[in-house]
């Protein structure tokens, strides 16, 4: 059993940079994967980074060269640097993480909103 509390998120003007923070706790020792999801109104909920126990990340085509995504392992916490920020990344932002089993978890979600 795995649960995810997220941190971060709000309100930023369009070229500015945001961090969403998620911690594990539970089992963390069985967690494979972490990574972010998000989901506007009315659209599928799209992966935007993902990243395992080894370190190799996988980024959308939407976000790459502008996100980071890091992790660190025995703590079970995973960081995602959002920079050049645009109005289309505004969505919920989800935390979610896959054990070395069938395990699927997530977060509650957090808004992240890009506007002037």
């Known amino acids: 059993q795995v649960q995810l509390v997220e941190s971060g998120g709000g309100l930023v003007q369009p070229g500015e940079s945001q961090r969403l923070f998620c911690a594990a706790s539970?089992?963390?020792?069985?967690?494979?994967?972490m990574g972010w999801f998000r989901q506007t109104p009315g659209s599928r909920r799209e992966l935007v980074a993902a990243?395992?126990?080894?370190?190799?990340?996988n980024y959308a085509d939407s976000v790459k060269g502008r996100f980071t995504i890091s992790r660190d392992n025995a703590k079970g916490t995973v960081l995602l640097q959002m920079n050049m920020l645009k109005p289309e990344d505004t969505a919920v932002y989800y935390c979610?993480?896959?054990?070395?089993?069938?395990?699927?978890?997530w977060g509650q979600g957090t808004q992240v909103t890009v506007s002037s």
């Open positions: 979610n993480a896959h054990d070395y089993g069938t395990g699927n978890y």
């Open positions: 539970g089992s963390v020792f069985s967690i494979y994967v």
């Open positions: 990243i395992a126990t080894d370190g190799r990340p």
